[in-house]
């Protein structure tokens, strides 16, 4: 019997739970390349959610730490999170953000590119920020504060 030939009766249980397994680990991957852009949207709505209901927002605010900064040009973020220049630059220009050729002069309208925005928002966490994409009215880009430090108990 030639083996290239084999009927799914014939294919043993073991290949299935193998298959099994390598869907989970697709799945858990795509999900962890994602996290950021799916935490966001998570928030936004519970955000919207807490809106409409009969919740004071002046609580929800006091859980939060921090003012938001304004980030409108590579150089501001840079100077806000640190980094090196090469790195951050190459990050921000894969997300679509515009660079300046001259101060206050900005190449055009950010067209974000989702991959990218991703990968430029879990640096900027690893850097201690949390991030979020300014609305197209606004005249900066993004926004970023610091994340509050876990006290740790003796």
């Known amino acids: 019997m030639k083996s290239d030939n084999l009927s799914s009766e014939q294919i043993p249980v073991q290949n299935e739970s193998d298959m099994s397994e390598a869907l989970r680990r697709l799945v858990r991957s795509g999900v962890m ?22 919740v004071d927002l002046a609580v929800v605010e006091e ?6 900064e304004r980030i409108e040009s590579l150089s501001q973020l ?33 067209e974000i590119d989702e991959a990218g925005w ?25 926004e970023v504060r610091k994340i509050p430090q876990k006290e740790e108990g003796n």
């Open 118 to 142: 991703v990968e430029l928002s879990l640096w900027i966490n690893k850097q201690g920020f949390e991030t979020k994409l300014a609305a197209d009215s606004e005249p900066w880009l993004l």
């Open 63 to 68: 859980i939060t730490h921090g003012d938001w």
């Open 78 to 110: 840079r100077a806000t999170v640190g980094g090196r220049f090469q790195n951050l630059k190459k990050r921000w220009v894969k997300s679509g953000f515009p660079l300046r050729e001259h101060r206050g002069d900005r190449e055009g309208k950010a």
């Open 33 to 54: 390349c994602r996290r950021q852009a799916i935490i966001y949207e998570v928030a936004r709505s519970l955000l919207d959610r807490l809106r409409e209901s009969d």
